[in-house]
């Protein structure tokens, strides 16, 4: 900033006010005879009554400061476009000065009449304002060197003490006298910001913009041109600045150097990889070892984990559960991470008890020292929750939130930057591995954390096409260009794994959406995946003994499947989906029926009717053909499949009971929504008590109680069967609670065994889901008391009409009691099966079971 016109006594005013010292860059220039002559109109209007802020003092910054001191023995300064101040008062009886401090000299300056000197010697230095030239910069000096582009001096590179504030009538006093300069707190909300000053049109001419206007009409073409010359047309390219080019590429982001959706590239991608397995980051090295008992993580392997997760979140920010369990005392010593042995212990937990329930890793090829590191610590803290010891839990809780951060940033790097395929699908079975892990610590704090995670990731393998294979490339071609080479089952791997990762995700949306009770994301309408292979060929442990297996018979190859598959009853080809197959089609069925019960029940949490799910669904066009898809299903994966799988029917009864019972209606009665609400909740659910619909449901929640009681140990447990138990035990519980005692014993019939019966799923058929032709009801018109009756027909009567019930040889009338006791069972059974996996629902469980015992039956 400089002045511009040298100050002479001849032109000092005989009655000497304020004066403005302007700094006007950016601003237009504005015309001095109109507007700063003191005989104008303007300079007489500016001496009357004021009715605001002129823009020129908000838009400029400026310093309107009084002058004071003497005129004498003031060196020659060159002073910019001035005029009188209608803001100051121009009385002399306050005299002002302004006071800059420029090396270590100061300067006093007064307000002269005339804007511009007509000093024949004044003249001489005379220059313009920025605001009139912007390609001109000035000095408050003459000694101050003139920067090498005289085009511009940013204000960035001023010194601070180089802007003064001015005292005026209109600001609020300050109480600080070393406030008044530029960088004064109140005068950023006023003045124009330093980038947008530093971006202004003055800086045009720096990138050689001042004379394209001209350039142009000096050689514009003549009228009767009509051809347009090759060389003319380089020339006029080449005015355009190679400076303004690289200002626009700053001011864009960056475009992905790739197409998002990575399903068309994939298989080829997956088989074409010069790695061993899907999730390594370098090939195998040749000194690397695993033996029976050890899966080769070292102290190596140790430090590598240490050294990228060595920072754990503070005590601040973790769990209130585990605040309340560190020893600051031991909080030192709590941070280091577990010996070499204990985290090669809970890699072998990890594909004992977890690996087995989302098979997508191949663990032939798995090597933990080319496991991206990441990924390799997600497994190690998942089995270190399996472990369950003091420290090992503690580690886990107190390094979960830093590394959730790390996964949700690799995955947002992921969604903006050029990653191959195979790179991104090494981020996704990571942060599947994380969403498993939030479930496993059985944390409520840590489940609730990974909500962001879990949309993001479905959002962006939706986005990218993993769920609709038909886009893609063909399998079974990609499969049969490659060489018959022990290369060939490692790549054959590498394809599994990424379709087995699919599948993965697609059960956690459905799980996860459950638990949350929100719309899934995934939309099961469009969904085409591909089935796994068998799982013995995915288990083969060398090339030799894969392809011993293909001779014998079994395929490389899997069909793809949807929902229409289930409604054309195609028993056969539906077989062969293996078990993870069959659970990624009834966790389809579940992402279906999640999306039609946000979309068709009621919004409001707190005021659910006595709704039937089903109901609902059948006057639907979209929602309708679930309910036979899901009685399709259990010819392919409920009970008779046959197949020799817990956890899918399991999961298929599930599905039954959230058509037959409203989950949202038996969570307000437990309580969730608290006391008020659930009192509302526990009247209609002695209204739904009273229907065909619930006592098939309480069939339903009997079986699953006996299919998780009788599981062998080695069997593993999903998430999702552990969720199932979770809501049997509210339908069977709450059943018993609001049913009428009377209107059981008045029935006259047997007691009902619904556990150790074997109900005939053909001969139940759709009961419970619609209405009973005549022709059923006079077949089955048999009496409750007959002693030789199938126990097939009992429950078929039950659920037809009412009775009373026998959970293993109990017999249970209804009322506190009953359900009490039924719930006491399910939560003691829910504590042994799931470990610390979604131990708040056992806990809801407890506290049911125990408010009830508090409660006296009614005489």
């Avoid at 307000?111 to 000093?119: F, G, Q, W």
């Avoid at 886009?471 to 990609?478: E, F, I, K, T, W």
């Avoid at 959406?513 to 060929?537: G, H, Q, T, Y």
Wanted: contains cysteine; negative net charge.
């Amino acid at each position: 900033m400089k002045c511009h016109a040298q100050k002479n006594e001849k032109s000092t005013p005989a009655n000497p006010s304020s004066r403005r010292n302007t700094i006007s860059e950016g601003v237009a220039p504005q015309p001095p005879q109109n507007v700063f002559d003191v005989n104008s109109p303007a300079a007489g209007a500016a001496n009357g009554s004021h009715t605001g802020i002129p823009l020129m003092q908000i838009l400029s910054p400026s310093d309107y400061l009084p002058h004071r001191g003497s005129e004498h023995n003031r060196p020659n300064r060159h002073a910019s476009i001035n005029g009188s101040n209608p803001f100051l008062d121009g009385s002399g009886s306050q005299p002002h000065a302004l006071n800059l401090q420029l090396s270590g000299s100061s300067w006093n300056l007064s307000s002269p009449v005339n804007p511009i000197s007509k000093d024949p010697l004044s003249s001489q230095h005379q220059q313009q304002s920025p605001s009139q030239t912007s390609g001109e910069a000035s000095a408050f000096e003459p000694s101050v060197p003139t920067p090498g582009n005289q085009a511009h001096t940013p204000r960035s590179d001023l010194a601070p003490h180089q802007f003064t504030d001015a005292h005026n009538d209109w600001l609020p006093p300050s109480n600080h006298a070393n406030q008044n300069n530029f960088h004064d707190p109140f005068q950023v909300w006023l003045f124009p910001s330093l980038g947008d000053l530093d971006q202004s049109p003055d800086l045009l001419q720096n990138y050689g913009l001042g004379d394209i206007q001209h350039q142009y009409l000096e050689e514009k073409d003549p009228p009767n041109r009509t051809t347009y010359d090759p060389v003319d047309r380089t020339k006029t390219i080449a005015k355009v600045p190679r400076e303004r080019f690289s200002r626009i590429q700053r001011c864009w982001g960056r475009h992905p150097a790739r197409n998002h959706r990575i399903m068309p590239i994939l298989w080829k991608e997956a088989a074409s990889s010069v790695m061993d397995n899907l999730f390594s980051e370098t090939p195998f090295a040749a000194d690397d070892f695993r033996t029976a008992s050890n899966w080769g993580l070292d102290t190596d392997c140790r430090a590598r984990l240490r050294d990228t997760f060595h920072t754990p979140i503070p005590v601040t920010f973790q769990s209130p559960k585990l605040q309340g369990l560190v020893d600051p005392a031991l909080s030192h010593g709590n941070e280091e991470f577990p010996p070499a042995e204990i985290l090669d212990i809970a890699l072998g937990l990890f594909f004992r008890r977890f690996h087995p329930t989302v098979p997508f890793i191949h663990v032939a090829t798995f090597s933990v020292r080319n496991t991206p590191t990441p990924m390799l610590f997600a497994i190690c803290l998942i089995g270190l929750s399996i472990l369950g010891t003091t420290g090992a839990t503690r580690f886990v809780s107190r390094m979960f939130p830093s590394f959730l951060q790390r996964v949700c940033n690799d995955l947002s790097a992921c969604a903006g930057g050029s990653a191959p395929p195979v790179q991104q699908l090494v981020v996704f079975g990571t942060a599947l591995l994380t969403l498993n892990l939030s479930i496993v610590t059985g944390d409520k704090d840590s489940f609730n954390k990974c909500q962001m995670l879990y949309v993001s990731l479905t959002s962006m393998a939706q986005q990218n096409g993993l769920f609709t294979a038909d886009d893609g490339q063909s399998l079974d071609a990609v499969l049969s260009e490659m060489a018959e080479s022990d290369d060939r089952w490692k790549a054959w791997s590498r394809i599994e794994s990424a379709k087995r990762l699919i599948l993965g995700l697609l059960l956690a949306d459905s799980w996860y959406a459950n638990l949350l009770s929100k719309a899934p994301i995934i939309r099961s309408e469009m969904v085409c995946v591909f089935a796994p292979c068998d799982e013995a060929l995915f288990q083969a442990k060398s090339a030799t003994q894969w392809q011993s297996l293909l001779r014998s018979g079994e395929s490389q190859s899997a069909p793809t499947f949807r929902l229409e598959d289930l409604l054309q009853r195609d028993v056969e080809s539906i077989g062969r989906l293996g078990y993870l197959g069959r659970s990624s089609l009834l966790a389809l069925l579940q992402i279906q029926i999640l999306e039609a019960y946000q979309r068709l029940m009621p919004t409001d949490q707190l005021t659910v009717g006595a709704f039937i799910p089903w109901h609902v669904y059948v006057g639907d066009t979209r929602a309708k053909t679930v309910i036979s898809a899901v009685l399709a299903a259990n010819r392919t994966a409920g009970p008779l499949s046959k197949v020799d799988d817990t956890n899918c029917v399991v999961l298929w009864h599930s599905l039954c009971i959230m058509l037959l019972a409203d989950p949202r209606l038996f969570e307000l009665a437990a309580g969730r929504h608290g006391a008020l609400p659930a009192t509302a909740a526990l009247e209609n659910v002695a209204q739904w008590s009273q229907t065909q619909a619930a006592r098939r449901a309480c069939v339903h929640a009997a079986q699953n109680f006996k299919l998780m009681s009788e599981r062998r140990v080695s069997d593993n447990v999903t998430i999702h069967s552990v969720n199932a138990l979770f809501a049997s035990a509210l339908v069977l519980g709450l059943y018993l609670f609001m049913v009428t005692p009377g209107s059981i014993s008045s029935q006259g019939a047997a007691h009902v065994e619904l556990v150790e019966a074997e109900p005939d799923w053909m001969e139940l058929h759709d009961l419970g889901f619609g209405a009973e032709s005549l022709e059923q009801q006079s077949e089955h018109s048999l009496t409750a008391n007959s002693g030789d009756q199938p126990s097939s027909s009992c429950i078929y009567q039950f659920v037809k009409h009412g009775g009373s019930i026998s959970l293993n040889g109990v017999v249970h009338q209804g009322g506190y009691e009953s359900a009490r006791r039924v719930l006491l069972d399910f939560a003691n059974l829910m504590d042994g099966i799931s470990g610390r996996r979604l131990g708040t629902l056992t806990q809801v469980l407890h506290i049911m079971s125990d408010d009830l015992m508090n409660v006296d039956p009614a005489p």
